[in-house]
């Protein structure tokens, strides 16, 4: 037994098998997997087969069957050849770390000797899949059969049964137009007023006094606006006040220079701290 006889009989037992076990590694699985959504949603795989590895071993005696009926052998002896050959793979795996099975992938080891299955890309172990192909919803153009049955779709949702219609609202019935009721106006009696008396002209004056001319007012007189200070007086408090203040500031700073020639530990007693006063005198 070789390698590539080994990877045909677990791929030819994996086609009509969901689980096929190799005496004393492991077990070779395959999983159904569904279609799905892939490239944010825009294309649609279809459902395939995948191929992994457990370190578990099953109870089937499938890869024995498949040597024994090939070589045409008992099983017994197929069993013992395949225990033979499976151990020494399994010695080679874990100092390789890697073993290359044609037709299916690599069985891989890790630090630790756990053996994980890395199947080929291409590797098809679904045949009912035949044919099915990914699908891109961006370039899909619907054809007439597939709006058609959507719009059938729709109709079947849209049925006048399911939709309740709200009962429009009643127009008014036009009848004959009502002529506008009009007001009996009687009529005012006409009440005569009574003839108003002549008013007596007043009598022209003989002779209008000439009119004096009006006095003019007399002018009131101005208040004279206050005169604003002459801004010259704050100019010279302000250079008072920094005169003074530079006169005291040469006393002090004077003062300080003397007190610090004449007695300059009482200085230094201001200015540093009792630790430092002593490295100072040392």
Request: net charge negative; no cysteine; proline share 11%.
């Amino acid at each position: 037994m070789d390698i590539d006889l080994l990877a045909k009989m677990v791929k030819e037992a994996v086609m009509d098998h969901d689980s096929v076990t190799l005496p004393g590694v492991g077990s070779f699985v395959a999983e159904l997997v569904p279609a799905v959504f892939t490239d944010r949603g825009y294309t649609i795989n279809p459902p395939y087969r995948r191929l992994f590895f457990l370190p578990r071993e099953g109870d089937d005696t499938l890869l024995a069957d498949l040597y024994a009926g090939a070589n045409g052998i008992s099983q017994a002896d197929a069993l013992r050849v395949l225990l033979d050959y499976l151990g020494e793979m399994k010695e080679v795996l874990k100092i390789r770390k890697t073993l290359v099975l044609p037709g299916l992938g690599r069985l891989r080891a890790t630090r630790e000797n756990h053996f994980f299955f890395v199947a080929d890309e291409d590797l098809d172990i679904y045949p009912e899949g035949l044919g099915l192909e990914p699908i891109s919803l961006k370039t899909h153009v619907e054809t007439p059969e597939e709006v058609h049955a959507a719009v059938a779709s729709l109709a079947e949702v849209l049925e006048p049964e399911h939709i309740v219609a709200e009962p429009a609202p009643e127009a008014p019935v036009a009848g004959p137009a009502a002529e506008p009721e009009t007001e009996s106006v009687e009529p005012e009696p006409i009440v005569a007023e009574p003839a108003s008396e002549p008013v007596a002209k007043p009598a022209p004056a003989l002779e209008s006094a000439p009119e004096a001319p009006a006095a003019e007012p007399a002018p009131e007189p101005s208040v004279a606006a206050p005169a604003p200070e002459p801004p010259a007086r704050k100019k010279h408090g302000f250079w008072r006040f920094a005169l003074i203040l530079l006169l005291v500031l040469a006393v002090v700073t004077l003062s300080w220079m003397i007190v610090g020639r004449v007695d300059p530990d009482w200085v230094d007693s201001f200015l540093y701290s009792e630790e430092e006063l002593e490295i100072l005198r040392y």
